[in-house]
């Protein structure tokens, strides 16, 4: 288990804490919404989903929450500047955790910016993410907004090795202070395997050694670009989830802090897991504490049983 020599910082994100030594806090859990390729989507370009079934994803994840004490982050995905103010517009009314909003099309992405400031959910909200490919129009408008909680990813085609990756991170985190965040978890960024996936788990323990930051991963991204499990015979539910659960428990063992799981029907079996893990964690660190002559708060699961 890991000791960080590093003072670790910690920050309040919406109500929820994410930070911290390894064990000190419970590992936060990022469930995914809205996106284009889960059953709950009817129509992506208006915003249209099955409400019944996304509310019933959200009141099992809250049960999860009350049962292992991980806290839930719910990332509302949006195509459209239509699609994305729908779907937040319903999230704020169903859910009262914080929330991240994310997309590929950067009106939408403005458009949740603007829709957060004007319906006084900037407090709640955390923009996913500050990254190398963010236009200057974009940054001025977060910059003037009221929104100070983000997501920094450290991602670069030419960072392939850990000190390019690092170098990549510091000049995100640089970017992030001048746009006025105040609050960030940074993201190394998961590669397909094959082409980087493992450097990110590196990345994390350099991160938390050099700079002390809350961290943030999205795992799930590794096995859903996984040809391995593409394969006929094993391109079936259980075993896709298999191996979005082993990406997981991989980042929650390598200090991250909160970990973007995909989609929030995978939560009941994501929070069973990081549950049963973090109790190993609080039993190994307590036991490296008191090795090592030092005293820091640690998570005590609900389900140590």
């Known amino acids: 288990m890991f000791v960080f020599k590093k003072e670790q910082q910690a920050f309040d994100f919406g109500g929820v804490t994410i930070g911290g030594q390894p064990g000190q806090n419970p590992t936060v859990l990022i469930g995914g919404l809205f996106f284009q390729t889960q059953p709950v989507v009817k129509n992506a370009k208006e915003g249209t989903f099955d409400e019944q079934m996304a509310k019933e994803w959200i009141d099992t994840a809250n049960m999860m929450v009350d049962k292992t004490g991980h806290p839930l982050i719910i990332q ?12 937040l517009t319903w999230l704020a009314d169903n ?17 949740a910016i603007q829709f957060c400031e004007q319906s006084g959910l900037a407090g709640r909200a955390i923009y996913n993410s500050i990254n190398l490919s963010m236009k200057e129009e974009e940054k001025t408008l977060l ?3 009221p929104i100070r909680m983000a997501v920094v990813l450290g991602w670069s085609p030419r960072a392939t090795g850990l000190a390019d990756r690092m170098e990549t991170i510091k000049a995100m985190i640089s970017e992030a202070k001048s746009i006025g965040m105040e609050k960030i978890v940074v993201d190394p960024a998961t590669m397909p395997v094959g082409a980087g996936y493992g450097l990110e788990y590196r990345t994390m323990l350099a991160i938390k050694s050099e700079l002390g930051l809350p961290t943030c991963l999205g795992p799930h991204n590794a096995p859903s670009a996984w040809k391995f499990i593409k394969q006929p015979g ?22 991250t802090d909160c970990i973007m799981y995909g989609s929030m029907a995978r939560s009941k079996q994501v929070f069973t897991a990081v549950s049963l893990i973090a109790n190993a964690m609080a039993a190994a660190v307590a036991e490296a504490q008191q090795a090592i002559g030092v005293s820091t708060p640690i998570f005590e699961p609900k389900s140590f049983e």
């Not at 949006?78 to 103010?85: I, K, L, V």
């Not at 094993?234 to 200090?255: C, G, M, P, R």
């Open 234 to 255: 094993l391109d079936d539910e259980a075993t896709q989830i298999s191996a979005v659960v082993a990406s997981t428990i991989a980042a929650q063992l390598f200090a």
């Open 143 to 145: 910059r003037s907004s």
């Open 76 to 87: 509302a995905f949006g195509r459209t500047p239509e699609a994305m103010e729908r779907h």
């Open 95 to 111: 859910f009262e955790g914080p929330f991240m909003f994310e997309s590929t099309n950067a009106d939408a992405r403005k458009r």
